[in-house]
């Protein structure tokens, strides 16, 4: 690369003839962000899976419409040249052991040539290619070797630890003037988080088993959802001027993936008209939220077992009665019609005969022997002797 200079040497240099098209009268050139990388649904892709990492999407991309980061290097049109690179998320911004990886890119960072005909630059083709905590300190000693370093961090502070799931994009811009190429100050995207770690991935409900319950609150929900760590997740219930959470312990988050709680009661307890209020996670370590859902809370009589009508009706059965007659012992008793008793019908018994009244019976004489006759042998006839 050519020789450059510092940038706090530019407003000088500007009151001077570039050679170039300047605009707004000479004003210091800067880079400006136009679109933001997204922060989330991005996954970091190691170099073994041997596939293509993706490419990084703006943060206004859509399944439909497709945006990237986008840069603009305001009073200023001309050659130039612009590097892109990977620093810490937070300061003192080291140069990231990950590296961007696609066209243009070599040794952990993007480069190329910008055209002079235009000022506003977007980079399509850049994604995030991470490196396993052994390999650290030779990406590191990589980055510096190859005078990746935007901020210039000493030695003695490149140390420590690295936060693995979460860049930032470094936008750094050389335009020329007198003299060669000189550097503007070096722009810093928003943190892009790696979606693979529960700790920084997005948020996002993926179905419930139910989405209405009772404005007093307790009803039993399952919620299914992305990777979640259950020491850090809240589930949120909100409406206009009004915020309360679910009831879970961290032993009913099951295995990062589902969360089994119970409602929170709505402010107006005495609900008459079902109301639609949000449900959506929350992270309480970074605020960060998922895409709202649509919760009703109905109005309490709605439950199927009609328990508190019952228990009324009962009670005003019992007030009209003592009203009616407050002394019952008082008061006469009110004719009843005699109570029937409904009995089978069966058929008379048979009239019993005295054992004295009763006809004697024949008697009967068996002779044993087969070929035994029966009863008395008949009278003998005609002359005996």
């Known amino acids: 690369m050519e020789d450059v200079t510092p940038p706090d040497l530019l407003p000088f240099l500007l009151q001077q003839d570039w050679g170039v098209q300047a605009e707004t009268g000479g004003a210091t050139p800067f880079v400006e962000i136009l679109e933001q990388p997204k922060p989330r649904g991005m996954r970091f892709r190691y170099k073994c899976e041997g596939r293509s990492a993706g490419s990084i999407p703006g943060e206004h991309s859509t399944d439909t419409t497709k945006t990237h980061p986008t840069i603009r290097v305001n009073n200023y049109r001309g050659p130039g040249r612009v590097r892109v690179s990977l620093v810490t998320k937070e300061p003192p911004h080291r140069p990231h052991p990950h590296e961007l990886v696609g066209k243009d890119c070599r040794d952990g960072y993007y480069e190329a040539e910008l055209p002079p005909e235009r000022n506003v630059h977007s980079f399509q083709n850049l994604g995030i290619?991470?490196?396993?905590?052994?390999?650290?300190?030779?990406?590191?000693?990589?980055?510096?070797?190859?005078?990746?370093n935007p901020f210039n961090v000493p030695a003695e502070q490149r140390g420590g630890e690295y936060d693995l799931s979460a860049v930032r994009l470094c936008f750094q811009v050389w335009v020329r003037g007198p003299g060669g190429?000189?550097?503007?100050?070096?722009?810093?995207?928003?943190?892009?988080?790696?979606?693979?770690?529960?700790?920084?991935?997005?948020?996002?409900?993926?179905?419930?088993?139910?989405?209405?319950?009772?404005?007093?609150?307790?009803?039993?929900?399952?919620?299914l959802c992305d990777k979640v760590q259950k020491e850090d997740i809240e589930v949120r219930f909100s409406a206009e001027g009004w915020e309360a959470k679910g009831?879970?312990?961290?032993?009913?988050?099951?295995?990062?993936?589902?969360?089994?709680?119970?409602?929170?009661?709505?402010?107006?307890?005495?609900?008459?008209?079902?109301?639609?209020?949000h449900m959506q996670l929350q992270r309480p370590s970074d605020r960060e939220r998922s895409e709202p859902m649509d919760f009703r809370y109905l109005p309490h009589h709605g439950d199927l077992q009609c328990i508190e009508e019952k228990r009324k009706r009962t009670r005003e059965t019992f007030r009209s009665f003592v009203q009616r007659s407050p002394l019952p012992g008082s008061a006469p008793p009110e004719p009843r019609p005699p109570r029937r008793i409904a009995v089978p019908s069966r058929p008379p018994p048979a009239p019993q005969i005295p054992p004295s009244m009763a006809l004697p019976t024949a008697p009967s004489f068996s002779f044993g022997g087969p070929g035994a006759l029966l009863g008395p042998p008949p009278p003998r006839t005609g002359a005996t002797g």
Request: aromatic share 6%; with cysteine; glycine share 4%.
């Open 129 to 148: 290619q991470c490196v396993k905590k052994r390999e650290l300190e030779a990406a590191v000693a990589e980055r510096i070797r190859t005078n990746n």
């Open 247 to 277: 009831a879970f312990a961290q032993a009913d988050v099951h295995r990062q993936v589902a969360i089994v709680f119970r409602t929170p009661p709505y402010r107006e307890p005495a609900l008459r008209q079902p109301v639609t209020v």
């Open 181 to 223: 190429l000189h550097p503007l100050p070096p722009v810093l995207s928003q943190p892009v988080y790696d979606n693979r770690a529960p700790n920084t991935a997005e948020l996002r409900i993926c179905r419930v088993n139910r989405n209405s319950g009772s404005c007093r609150g307790g009803d039993e929900i399952f919620l």
